[in-house]
């Protein structure tokens, strides 16, 4: 009798799902925030806290997800290296649990990453290797996976599939416990992001699971192939970089899933910018750009229920803090740099808080 027998490392395994679920247990679900609105408008506006994870972004709970999936799998041992295409926060998130299993992590990304990311990345004890072009990460981070008999998390790939869209305290269920007291407990709408597009297909079919009224948003930055693949049906749609970090991608990704989606907001940069500098203002802290481009996508849609004169609550997420984008997003060098212009979205911002109105 031959017997192939590959349950060694079953124990190692065992126990780095237990350190990831011991890490899990030691943080509090992230905050609710109500964001200040008239109340003559009868509408309520929530922020999903994300930045207050440990490292400090709604990639996090994808990293999480994505380790426990490849533990899971058999795909993660001892002696794993862990590679993944990233130059945001869902390397820093990596960075971070493949430390905690005492896991080799390397990012791979473009050249032209601020030095600010590659410093948030090595904080957490990961390492840095650097493309010429974008759209070479994914083809160079399974090249060293497969050169270092490591393991590729490809989360534009595994992100709608690692997470339990059914339940076990993923996103979608920590948004409707945390609403149960409120006016409105079910949400009109939920409005996020497209990156990897998980987030979206983890609420969207969460939102159908549980058979509630609510709609899915996506508001996607300009230049990205999300809008134009959704609007056209057509998976194969390009776009380009997105300035918008964390969202936004050159090709529709395998893990965005349109089908659970009930609209698409296409929003201008100059627009998520500015609005993430006027939501810094109101709350009393600065948020990242992606936040700015949710809260674009909300207003309008509160103006819609303010115009018809119906009570309702809407939801998005504040994805990540402002701090990392001091000489980005808060730079006025750096707007000009990029050719934005704030005003008009300043104005409509304006005209908003004051009178609810927002632009058809």
């Known amino acids: 009798m031959t017997v192939c027998d590959r349950s060694l490392s079953r124990d190692w395994i065992t126990n780095a799902i237990r350190l990831i679920d011991a890490d899990a247990q030691r943080s509090a679900d992230t905050h609710l925030i109500r964001y200040p609105l008239p109340v003559a408008w009868g509408v309520q506006l929530y922020l999903k806290d994300e930045s207050t ?13 994505l380790f426990l999936y490849g533990l899971c799998n058999g795909w993660i041992d001892e002696s794993t290296t862990i590679v ?8 820093v998130s990596e960075a971070y649990f493949a430390q905690l299993l005492g896991l080799a992590f390397i990012a791979v990304m473009p050249a032209s990453t601020s030095p600010q990311k590659v410093a948030l990345i090595e904080s957490q004890g990961g390492r840095c290797h650097f493309v010429t072009e ?22 534009f790939t595994h992100a709608e599939r690692a997470t339990d869209w059914r339940g076990n305290n993923n996103i979608a269920e920590s948004i409707y416990q945390q609403m149960m007291k409120e006016e409105h407990p079910v949400p009109a709408w939920v409005v996020v992001g497209a990156g990897t597009g998980g987030t ?17 948003a996506v508001v996607d930055p300009e230049n990205s192939a999300f809008y134009p693949g959704f609007a056209n049906s057509d998976p194969q749609a390009t776009g380009g970089a997105s300035r918008i970090e964390g969202i936004g991608r050159p090709r529709v990704e395998p893990s965005f899933i349109p089908t659970s989606v009930d609209r698409m907001i296409q929003v201008p940069d100059a627009a998520s910018v500015a609005t993430a500098r006027r939501v810094s203002e109101v709350i009393g802290r600065r948020v990242g750009g992606s936040t700015g481009t949710n809260m674009w996508g909300a207003f309008g849609l509160v103006a819609q229920y303010v115009r018809a004169g119906v009570r309702a609550s809407i939801v998005t997420l504040l994805c990540d803090g402002g701090d990392r984008y001091a000489d980005t997003y808060f730079s006025d060098d750096w707007v000009d740099a990029q050719g934005l212009d704030l005003r008009g979205p300043q104005a409509t911002l304006d005209e908003f808080a004051r009178s609810g109105v927002w632009p058809e």
Do not use: V
């Open 53 to 65: 994870h440990i490292t400090g972004s709604l990639k996090h709970r994808l990293a999480r997800s």
């Open 200 to 216: 979206s297909a983890t609420i969207g079919r969460y939102i159908r699971y549980r058979r509630h009224a609510t709609r899915l």
């Open 84 to 91: 993944e295409a990233s130059s945001g926060s869902t390397a």
């Open 134 to 155: 974008p759209d070479q990460m994914y083809s160079e981070a399974a090249r060293l996976a497969r050169e270092l008999n490591g393991h590729y998390m490809d989360q």
